[in-house]
């Protein structure tokens, strides 16, 4: 079975929509989302692009703060800190990567954790491993939308996650966990990858090699998660090789049209959390 986090993305933000209009109604104040897009990496402006669009399709306001890649680490804090007091900003998202020089980490920690819709902040990020109420990373919470849209049944299960950032991997494994998975993370110093990927009954992959994961890595009848987004030949294609896993797993994500839409349905969801709590 394929499943299509795109189809599933397209309700999400409907009911979004719905509770969005629902306050407008009330003569509340719309849900807002600023982004700080630094310099002008295609895949970032395109990225950006992606969320305004969002904003949009849910009903929602969006401010978009671009700054020269030539802007200090110091003077993107300053921009940060203006929207942490900004009232009508709900949530807050500076567009990764970074240009060189800028030390991601020290940037994010400057964001409001009550603002902080990509859960990157140290704050969010401790709640999380703690199991405790916080904003979760939207790519990690896509995925598990989608395993919860397909009831899979995570208790006692063996759920592989390749990968560790903290964007991805990291989340992802913490929130199999919570479900009472049991969680094997592999990254790029795991020793029989292929052995340990092939046990997994849910194998999500977020690795960034295109087409990495063949049929040898997969069991039969595996629920695979392709997160993985790379580019060849100017066409996009996840870290699993599709055509050569499809007859062996239960169900599979395509790329595109899988886990990428859902998280961006996931940061609407986070940004709603954001207005709703603040
Ligand atoms: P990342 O920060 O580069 O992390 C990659 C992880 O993969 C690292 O933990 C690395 O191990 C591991 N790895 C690399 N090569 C490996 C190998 N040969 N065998 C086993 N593990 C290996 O990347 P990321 O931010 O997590 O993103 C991963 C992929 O997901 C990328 O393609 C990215 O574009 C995509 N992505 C998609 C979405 C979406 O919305 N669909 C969102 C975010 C990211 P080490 O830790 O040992 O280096």
């Excluded at 970032?44 to 949009?56: F, L, N, P």
């Excluded at 921009?79 to 060189?100: A, F, R, S």
């Excluded at 990373?137 to 063996?158: Q, S």
Aim: charged content about 30%.
């Amino acid at each position: 079975m394929i499943i299509y986090g795109s189809e599933l993305a397209l309700r999400y933000k409907a009911d979004i929509r719905e509770k969005v209009n629902k306050y407008k109604e009330e003569g509340k104040r719309i849900p807002k989302l600023g982004v700080i897009l630094v310099g002008d990496n295609p895949a970032s402006v395109s990225y950006v692009k992606g969320k305004r669009k969002a904003c949009e399709d849910t009903g929602m306001a969006f401010e978009l703060k671009e700054l020269k890649d030539t802007v200090s680490q110091d003077e993107l804090i300053a921009e940060i800190e203006k929207w942490n007091d900004d009232e009508t900003i709900d949530g807050i998202l500076v567009q990764l990567p970074l240009p060189e020089g800028i030390d991601e980490n020290a940037v994010i920690e400057h964001i409001d954790h009550k603002k902080d819709v990509d859960g990157l902040t140290s704050y969010n990020a401790g709640k999380l491993f703690l199991g405790e109420d916080g904003f979760v990373p939207c790519t990690p919470l896509g995925v598990m939308a989608i395993l919860k849209e397909m009831n899979v049944d995570l208790e006692g299960k063996n759920a592989v996650v390749i990968g560790r950032s903290s964007l991805v991997g990291l989340p992802v494994s913490k929130l199999l966990l919570n479900k009472h998975a049991t969680v094997t993370v592999c990254h790029s110093r795991t020793k029989n990858l292929k052995e340990i990927a092939s046990r997994a009954d849910v194998l999500v992959v977020a690795i960034g090699k295109a087409r990495f994961i063949n049929h040898e890595y997969v069991k039969e009848g595996a629920f695979v998660i392709d997160v993985g987004v790379n580019r060849v030949d100017g066409k996009l294609c996840g870290d699993v090789d599709f055509d050569d896993v499809i007859d062996k797993v239960s169900m599979i994500t395509p790329v595109p049209k899988g886990v990428g839409p859902m998280t961006i349905a996931m940061l609407m969801n986070n940004v709603l959390k954001a207005y709703e709590e603040r």
